[in-house]
């Protein structure tokens, strides 16, 4: 036995040896190039430490931190068809969708719920970038529907955060046809005076912007997010013209009147707790959570030093 190949030599190359690190400890910022630990980041809601940059984040985590203590409860959306037109491209429709399932851990592009922030009940959808671009499908629109339909029935209003690609192509015209129906649904909200507000999201694009996300009460948006029905290189290409600095981002729209606010993601609760208390005539919000203090109670207790009447 040779005791040097054996023993000696195994052990001096596994105490020399590169540790191997875990790929998901760490997520390389898209706009800065910063490396980001993990935990860092969520507990970031996703946004970089160093530059303020908004990742993609999935309604699931963005639910968790958006309604008191994480808590909510979902709302079941009627399943359409799976496959209306037979679509196939490079896949068949139904493996497209499969992997998209497989990959986020989701049936579809779309999620609704309903709980309460800052005290304040509501009902709330947000789409999902990473299944299939946030396209809007029929169970998109169904899900809309069936968030306004819910809104309507507890008398709450609707927040929608909005982050879409457009239209789901395999689904051709049933997909647009998501468009009037939508448009439809918030037009229930409104004649039922429930206030309707959307947060858009990197990136709201296409058909998407033509509809629902645009008909909102208020409109608040993320910092930098691509907003707009046609891209900014496709509009360079038709007019033949270069574009203005941050053309179609929040800040430029904020600026020209198209957006209400533009909102860091960690402030966005108390942002929304504010608007919906105030659009539904409740009184403020009190901080920590504490109860408001009693009306005339102030004005009941003579000043100290004065005497009693």
Known sequence: MNWISNYVRPRINSLFSRREVPENLWTKCDNCGTMLFHRELT????????CNHHMPISPRI???ALFDGGVYSEVEVPQPLADPLHFRDQKKYPDRMRAAQKATGEKEAMLVAEGEIGRTPIVAAAQD???????MGMYVGNAIIAAAQRALALKRPLVLFSAAGGARMQEGILSLMQMPRTTVAVEMLKEAGLPYIVVLTHPTTGGVTASYA???DVHIAEPNALICFAGPRVIEQTIREKLPEGFQRAEYLLDHGMLDRVTHRGEMKGELVTILRMLTGQSPAVAADLPPPAEGKAAAEPPEGAEPA
């Open 62 to 64: 963005r639910f968790a």
């Open 43 to 50: 507990e970031n809601l996703n946004v970089c430490t160093n």
């Open 214 to 216: 645009m008909l909102g």
């Open 129 to 135: 970038f990473s299944f299939m671009g946030g396209s």
